[in-house]
Nanobody, 115 residues
Framework: QVQVVESGGGLVQPGGSLRLSCQAS????????MGWYRQAPGKQRELVYT???????TYTDSLKGRFTISRDNAKNTVYLQMNSLKPDDTAVYYC?????????WGQGTQVTVSS
């Protein structure tokens, strides 16, 4: 079994920054993909940014200039650096881990951008 633990959400003012972390543990297989999705109130869950264990990425174009993903394969951890945050970025951010036999979502971490 695989577990994921998310951290780093919170309240930030517009223009501020946050870094989210997601660490996977347990029966990790490579290759795998880890990354972030988000769901705002009343909206569908959407892709933010993902990265494979080989370094490939997928992302939403409109976020790429402000958000950056990185990962430490030795720690099975993926990071999402979010800069120049806007109120529209307010959402629950979910970590997702996938490999050939596992598709796991984290519990989510709330990010609120408000003055």
């Amino acid at each position: 079994q695989v577990q994921v633990v998310e951290s780093g959400g919170g309240l930030v003012q517009p223009g501020g920054s946050l870094r989210l972390s997601c660490q996977a543990s347990g029966n990790i297989f490579s290759p795998n993909t880890m990354g972030w999705y988000r769901q705002a109130p009343g909206k569908q869950r959407e892709l933010v940014y993902t990265m494979t264990s080989g370094g490939g990425t997928t992302y939403t174009d409109s976020l790429k200039g402000r958000f950056t993903i990185s990962r430490d394969n030795a720690k099975n951890t993926v990071y999402l650096q979010m800069n120049s945050l806007k109120p529209d970025d307010t959402a629950v951010y979910y970590c997702r881990y996938t490999d050939y036999r596992t598709n796991l979502w984290g519990q989510g971490t709330q990010v609120t951008v408000s003055s």
